[in-house]
T-cell receptor, first 113, second 114 residues
């Protein structure tokens, strides 16, 4: 089965709190690509990060960091010191060979001032 | 640089009418994708093109849906005849061949079929 699970439907935090969005995936492919996208209230989808299946190096970009662990099939996303502008729906996605793209259901993040 | 451009941004039509959604990919991108987003089914890939050629249309829901890419800078997704269950947000995305999996999305077209 090929699947992306974002178990957290909604998360609410207060500004400056750290928050982690979980993503668990299933695939039999050995080569695949993982992504995070942000969908703010305006509706567009904004690319955040891409990870190849053979690159387990974690990444930090400003307040954002990503933890990729093949052993647990997880690709989690942490926002440090959250801000109101981080309020959005965040999607985790898996792309297999032939562009078979599977998006998770999304996690809606509310950051309150 | 301009991102992916979609038009119209909003469309309201009546059941049975033809609807045409338009997309201009990022200049120089070789791949173009059409997605649909609904509350029930989330984001689904409908079809994608490589160098203007449709490669996989297995996600197109029915024969009422068709997509074309007459040149590298323009694509259309047409629904004829439209039905209320087609109401959704339709996204177009494009990517470069050398990093083809990284797709950049347009702002979407919000379609409401009454």
């Amino acid at each position: 089965a090929q699947k992306v699970t974002q178990a957290q439907t909604e998360i609410s935090v207060v500004e400056k709190e750290d928050v982690t969005l979980d993503c668990v995936y299933e695939t039999r492919d050995t080569t695949y690509y993982l992504f995070w996208y942000k969908q703010p209230p305006s509706g567009e989808l904004v690319f955040l990060i891409r990870r190849n299946s053979f690159d387990e190096q974690n990444e930090i970009s400003g307040r954002y960091s990503w933890n990729f662990q093949k052993s647990t099939s997880s690709f989690n996303f942490t926002i440090t010191a959250s801000q109101v502008v981080d309020s959005a729906v965040y999607f985790c996605a898996l792309i297999r060979r032939g562009f078979k793209t599977i998006f998770g259901a999304g996690t809606r993040l509310f950051v309150k001032a | 640089d301009a991102g992916v451009i979609q038009s119209p941004r909003h469309e309201v039509t009546e059941m049975g009418q033809e609807v045409t959604l338009r997309c201009k990919p990022i200049s120089g991108h070789d791949y173009l994708f059409w997605y649909r987003q609904t509350m029930m089914r989330g984001l689904e890939l409908l079809i994608y093109f490589n160098n203007n050629v449709p490669i996989d249309d297995s996600g197109m829901p029915e024969d009422r849906f068709s997509a074309k890419m007459p040149n590298a800078s323009f694509s259309t997704l047409k629904i004829q005849p439209s039905e209320p269950r087609d109401s959704a947000v339709y996204f177009c995305a494009s990517s470069l061949d050398r990093e083809r999996e990284t797709q950049y999305f347009g702002p979407g077209t919000r379609l409401l079929v009454l």
